[in-house]
C-alpha cells in the first residue's frame, strides 16, 4: 500500500474481518464433515453387521437400522443449516473498522488541511466492493456443498441397489452361495479432501479479493488527495443505499442456497425413508414367515405324524384278521371303537381345532404393522422438479408432496389387497386341511361300517370285508397326503406370493423418488378425493335406486315373459314359427341309467348317494333358520299353547331330513308318530282306517271319537304327515278328508303338535280353495338351496368315501387355448366350477335333483378316484310345444304331486281308458315318471314345468 492510512485499514482488515469472513464457510464445512462422518460411522456399523451376520433376516435388520440412522442425521443436519446476511459475517470487524476509520478520518482531515470522506470510501470499498467481488466465493462454496450431499445421497442409493437384488431371489437360489454384493467404493475420505481443498481454494481467493479491494481504495484515496475524484460518490445517504441493496442481495442468495441444501436433503430423506419402509415390511415378512414355519414344522407335521401312524397300524391289525366272518367283525368292531376313541377324540379333534384361523392372528398382526409403518411415514417434504442443485432455489420453485398420503393412493390398497387375497387362499387351504381332518376318522368309520354291512350280506367273504376297509384305510392316508400337499402350498405361498407381494410394494413406493411420479401422484390424490366426494353422492342415489328397481325388475320380467309368449303364440299361428316336437334330451332313460351308475359304484360309494332322506346328523345341511322355526314351534306347543305347524317344501328340497333331525334333536320322551302318506285319502272310509293306524285305535268312525280319545289319552304327542298333498283329490267332494283332519286339528292342538308338509304348489292350490293356511299357526318355507349349499352336500358325501375327485373335460374346452395354458390343479379348478355352474342351474337348489345329477355324471371309478364328466346343458324349449290337453294334465298331476291311473281318471272326469291314451305317451317321452303305480311329473323336467304352467296360468 502506499499510504499509511490505508495499510493500517489493510492490517486490521487481515487480522479480523477477513478471519470472520472465512470462518462463515470454515463452519460450513465442518458441519459438512461432521455429518459425513456421521454416515461413515454409521456404515461402518453396518458392514461390520453384514460380515458378521450370514442370516439375510439379520441383515436386512442391520440394513433398517442404518437407515433409521441416515434418516435422524439428515433430518440433524437440515435444522443445523446455516445462513446469515453480509452484516453478520462481518459484524465484529465492522465495529473495530468504524472506530479506526474514525480515529484515521480526523487525523487526515487534520493533516491534509482539506475535507476527506474518508470513513465513507472505507464503508464503500470494505463492505460494497468486497462483498460484490466475494459472491463468486459464495457460489463456488455452495456449489461444492452440494455436490459433496448428491456424492453421498448416490453413494447411498447404489448401495441399496447393489443388496437388494439379494432380498428378491427366489428360496432355491438362497440355497445357493450367497452372491457378492458389489459395494461401490466408499467416497467418506475422498469427500473429505474435497472439502479440505474447496477450504483452501475459498481461503486462497478471499486474500486475492482483499487485495484487489485495498489497491483500489488505495489509488482512490490518492485520488481524493489531488481531487480527481468527485466527493459526491462517497456520500453518505448514496452509499448506504447501495449496502442496504447489496445486503439484501446475499440475504437473498444465502436464502436460496439454504433452500437448496434443505430440499436436497429433503428429497434425499424421502429415499431413506422408502428404503427404510420396504427393509421394515420385509422384516415383518419374515417373521411372519418364521412363525408360519414353526406352527408347521412343530404343531402340523407332528399331528400328521400320528395320524398316519394310527391308520397304518390299524390297518396291520385289520390286515391280520381272521378268515372267519365273524372273526373279522370282530376285529372291524373293535377298531370303529378305537377310531372313535383314539383317533378321532384325541388325535383328530385337537388337530382340526387347532387349524382354525391358525395364521389368522400372525396375518392380521402382519398388516397391522404394515399400516403403522406406512403412517409412520412423513407428512410434508419438499423437492424441485429439475433435481439442479447447483444454482440456489427461490421459494416460488419448491413444491410438496406428502409421502404418507401418497402411500396410500396405490401402494398401501394394492398391498393391502395382495395380503387379502392370499390371507384367503391360505384360509380356504386350511379349512379344506381341517375339512379332510375331520372326515379322516368317518372315512375310516364308514369305510368300516361298510365292511361290516358288506359280511351280513349273502355270499360275501370276510376276505373282501377286509379289502373294503383297508380300501378305504388307503384312501384316507391319500387324503392325509393331500392334506399334507396343501400345508406345503401354504408354504410355498407365503414364501413366494407374499414375499412377491413384499417386492412388488417396494417397486411401487419406488415411484416416489421419481419426481415426475411425484406430480403425477399429486394429481391423482386430487382426482381421488374427488371421486370420494362424487362417489358418496352417487351412493345416497344408488341407495333409494336399489329401494325401487327390485321390485320394477320383477315386473318387467314377468310383463316380458307374457309378451314372449303372447308374440310366439301369433308366430305359430301366422306359420312363421313351426312347433317343434323332439325332446333335446333322453328323459326316459335319464333315471334307469342314474341308477345304472350307481351300481356300478364301490360299494362304499352307493351308500352315500342312496337317493333317500338322510338318517345321519353328518349329512345335514344348512337348514338352520328352518330348523330354527320348528323348534321355536315346538317350544311353544310345550308351553301349553295351540300349535299346528305347516312345512312347505319341493320334493327332493330336504323336508324329509329336516323333520328326521329335528326329531334327534327334542327330548326323547315326547310320543312321536310319523307317516308318510304314499297313496290318495280324499274320502271319509279312509281317512277313519288312515286316523285308527296311526293313533293305534280301532273301529272309531267319526272326528268326535277321535278327538276324544286323544284328549283323553296321557301326556302329549307330536304328529308328523307327510305328502298331506295326497289327503285330496280335485273334485267334488275330493275334500272330505282333509277337511276332516283339520276339524281334528283344530280340536287337539294342545294336545297334539300337529306337523304337516305340503309342496308349495299344492299348498297354495289348497290355500286357494279351501284356505288352509287358516289351520295352521306357524308356516315354515324351504328355502332353495343356495348354489355353495349344493356344492357342499355333493362334497360332504364324497369326502366320507375318501375318493378324490377327477372332474373331465368336454371336447370344446379341451380345444380351448386359455384352458391348455393353465396347470394341471388351474385346470380342475375351471372345470370344477363348470360343473357345478351347469348343476346349480339345473338341480334349481333341489337336493336330490343335484344328487342324481352327479351319479349320472359318473364316468369312472380307480381305486384312489372318481372320474366326473361335464354336464351339457339341457334345452328345455320342446315344453312349450306340449299340447293343451297334455298341459292339464301335467297341471292336474303337479297338484296332486302324482296320481295313478284311477285317482287322474276321476280328477280329469274322463274315462280310464281316455285318460290312459293321454299319460301313457308322454310316459313313453319321458315327460313323466312311474316308479309304482302313480304317474308323477320327471323330476328332470319338473321346475321348468312348474315355471311354463306358471306363465300359462295353469297354476297360480
Known amino acids: 500500500m502506499k499510504t499509511r492510512e490505508i495499510q493500517t485499514i489493510f492490517d486490521a482488515f487481515s487480522q479480523k474481518a477477513e478471519p470472520e469472513f472465512f470462518k462463515y464457510f470454515e463452519d460450513n464445512i465442518k458441519e459438512l464433515n461432521h455429518f459425513i462422518t456421521s454416515y461413515e460411522k454409521h456404515f461402518g456399523k453396518l458392514e461390520a453387521a453384514m460380515d458378521e451376520q450370514a442370516d439375510l433376516v439379520e441383515r436386512v435388520k442391520a440394513h433398517k437400522t442404518f437407515k433409521e440412522n441416515v434418516l435422524k442425521s439428515l433430518l440433524a443436519y437440515q435444522e443445523d443449516l446455516q445462513t446469515g446476511d453480509f452484516k453478520t459475517l462481518f459484524a465484529d470487524f465492522i465495529r473495530e473498522a468504524e472506530n479506526e476509520i474514525g480515529k484515521l478520518d480526523e487525523s487526515i482531515t487534520g493533516e491534509h488541511k482539506k475535507p476527506i470522506p474518508f470513513r465513507n470510501m472505507a464503508r464503500f470499498y470494505l463492505l460494497h466492493q468486497f462483498a460484490e467481488n466475494a459472491r463468486e466465493i459464495l457460489r463456488q462454496a455452495m456449489q461444492g456443498k452440494s455436490r459433496v450431499l448428491v456424492a453421498l445421497w448416490q453413494f447411498d442409493e447404489a448401495y441399496d441397489n447393489a443388496f437388494q437384488p439379494v432380498l428378491t431371489r427366489k428360496a432355491e437360489d438362497e440355497q445357493a452361495n450367497e452372491p457378492d454384493i458389489s459395494i461401490p467404493d466408499h467416497p467418506f475420505k475422498h469427500l473429505k479432501q474435497e472439502n479440505k481443498a474447496l477450504l483452501q481454494k475459498i481461503k486462497t481467493e478471499t486474500g486475492n479479493i482483499s487485495q484487489q479491494v485495498f489497491h483500489a481504495f488505495d489509488e482512490s484515496f490518492q485520488s481524493a488527495l489531488t481531487e480527481k475524484r468527485p466527493k459526491s460518490s462517497f456520500q453518505h445517504q448514496k452509499l448506504t443505499r447501495q449496502l442496504n441493496i447489496i445486503n439484501a442481495t446475499h440475504v437473498t442468495e444465502t436464502g436460496r442456497w439454504k433452500n437448496t441444501h434443505h430440499v436436497l436433503l429433503d428429497d434425499w430423506a424421502v429415499d431413506v425413508e422408502i428404503t427404510h419402509l420396504y427393509y421394515s415390511v420385509y422384516d415383518q415378512y419374515h417373521h411372519l414367515k418364521n412363525n408360519t414355519d414353526t406352527i408347521i414344522s412343530q404343531d402340523i407335521d407332528t399331528s400328521f405324524s400320528k395320524i398316519r401312524s394310527f391308520i397304518k397300524t390299524s390297518g396291520k391289525r385289520i390286515g391280520k384278521s381272521p378268515a372267519s366272518s365273524k372273526g373279522t367283525a370282530e376285529v372291524l368292531s373293535a377298531e ?174 419406488q415411484k416416489l423418488k421419481n419426481t415426475d411420479n411425484l406430480i403425477e401422484l399429486n394429481l391423482k390424490v386430487a382426482r381421488i378425493k374427488t371421486i370420494e366426494r362424487s362417489k358418496r353422492i352417487r351412493k345416497q342415489g344408488l341407495n333409494y335406486l336399489r329401494a325401487f328397481f327390485p321390485n320394477a325388475v320383477i315386473l318387467s320380467k314377468r310383463g316380458w315373459g307374457y309378451i314372449t309368449a303372447f308374440i310366439r303364440d301369433i308366430r305359430i299361428r301366422t306359420g312363421f314359427l313351426s312347433q317343434k316336437s323332439v325332446v333335446s334330451f333322453e328323459l326316459s332313460e335319464f333315471l334307469n341309467e342314474a341308477r345304472q351308475t350307481l351300481k356300478k359304484l364301490p360299494f362304499v360309494y352307493q351308500r352315500l348317494y342312496q337317493l333317500q332322506p338322510t338318517h345321519e346328523d353328518r349329512f345335514f345341511v344348512n337348514r338352520d333358520k328352518e330348523l330354527g322355526l320348528l323348534r321355536q314351534s315346538y317350544e311353544n306347543w310345550v308351553k301349553d299353547r295351540f300349535i299346528t305347524c305347516a312345512i312347505i317344501g319341493e320334493k327332493g328340497s330336504g323336508t324329509t331330513s329336516l323333520i328326521n333331525y329335528f326329531l334327534r334333536v327334542i327330548p326323547s320322551d315326547v310320543s312321536i308318530s310319523k307317516h308318510t302318506l304314499g297313496e290318495k285319502i280324499y274320502t271319509g272310509g279312509k281317512y277313519f282306517s288312515f286316523m285308527n293306524s296311526l293313533l293305534e285305535t280301532s273301529g272309531i268312525d267319526s272326528n268326535e271319537k277321535l278327538i276324544e280319545a286323544i284328549n283323553a289319552s296321557p301326556g302329549g304327542r307330536i304328529i308328523i304327515l307327510e305328502n298331506l298333498q295326497h289327503m285330496f283329490l280335485k273334485k267334488v267332494h275330493g275334500f272330505e278328508a282333509i277337511k276332516l283332519l283339520f276339524e281334528l286339528m283344530t280340536h287337539t292342538s294342545r294336545k297334539v303338535m300337529w306337523v304337516g308338509i305340503y309342496t308349495p304348489v299344492s299348498w297354495e292350490y289348497l290355500d286357494k280353495t279351501i284356505s288352509v293356511s287358516n289351520y295352521f299357526t306357524d308356516e315354515i318355507r324351504l328355502e332353495k338351496m343356495r348354489d355353495d349349499t349344493i356344492r357342499e352336500i355333493i362334497y360332504k358325501r364324497n369326502r366320507l368315501s375318501g375318493y378324490q375327485i377327477r372332474f373331465l373335460p368336454t371336447e370344446e374346452i379341451t380345444r380351448s387355448k386359455s384352458f391348455h395354458k393353465l396347470d394341471d390343479p388351474g385346470k380342475q379348478r375351471y372345470l370344477e366350477k363348470q360343473f357345478f355352474s351347469n348343476l346349480n342351474q339345473l338341480a334349481n337348489g333341489n337336493i336330490s335333483l343335484a344328487q342324481l345329477y352327479w351319479l349320472r355324471s359318473t364316468s369312472s371309478v380307480d381305486e384312489q378316484a372318481i372320474s366326473i364328466s361335464m354336464i351339457g346343458r339341457l334345452d328345455y324349449s320342446f315344453i312349450k310345444d306340449i299340447s293343451g290337453h297334455s298341459l292339464f294334465a301335467l297341471q292336474v298331476l303337479l297338484l296332486h304331486d302324482g296320481l295313478t291311473l284311477e285317482d287322474f281318471a276321476k280328477s280329469m272326469n274322463e274315462s280310464i281308458t281316455v285318460c290312459r291314451n293321454l299319460l301313457i305317451p308322454m310316459l313313453e317321452k319321458g315327460f313323466l315318471i312311474r316308479p309304482k303305480q302313480k304317474f308323477n311329473i320327471n323330476p328332470i323336467i319338473y321346475k321348468p314345468v312348474t315355471d311354463y304352467l306358471l306363465s300359462r296360468n295353469f297354476i297360480h
Not at 384312501?475 to 412377491?500: C, H, T, V, Y
Open 336 to 509: 370303529r371303537d378305537k377310531i372313535g376313541k383314539e383317533l378321532v377324540d384325541k388325535i383328530l379333534t385337537k388337530s382340526a381345532e387347532s387349524f382354525t384361523n391358525c395364521f389368522s392372528e400372525d396375518f392380521d398382526l402382519f398388516q397391522k404393522m404394515v399400516l403403522e409403518l406406512t403412517g409412520k411415514v412423513s407428512d410434508k417434504r419438499s423437492f424441485i422438479r429439475s433435481k439442479d442443485f447447483d444454482q440456489g432455489i427461490g421459494d416460488s420453485e419448491i413444491s410438496y408432496i406428502s409421502p404418507g398420503e401418497l402411500l396410500k393412493v396405490e401402494a398401501v390398497p394394492h398391498f393391502s389387497e395382495n395380503v387379502i387375497d392370499i390371507k384367503s387362499r391360505i384360509d380356504g387351504h386350511l379349512e379344506k386341511v381341517r375339512l379332510i381332518l375331520m372326515s379322516l376318522g368317518t372315512v375310516c368309520d364308514f369305510n368300516l361300517e361298510s365292511a361290516l354291512i358288506y359280511l351280513d350280506e349273502p355270499d360275501k367273504t370276510a376276505k373282501e370285508a377286509v379289502a373294503i376297509a383297508l380300501e378305504g384305510y388307503e384312501r384316507a392316508l391319500n387324503q392325509l397326503e393331500k392334506a399334507q400337499g396343501l400345508i406345503l402350498e401354504i408354504q410355498n405361498s407365503i414364501e413366494d406370493n407374499l414375499r412377491d407381494a413384499v417386492n412388488n410394494f417396494n417397486n411401487e413406493i
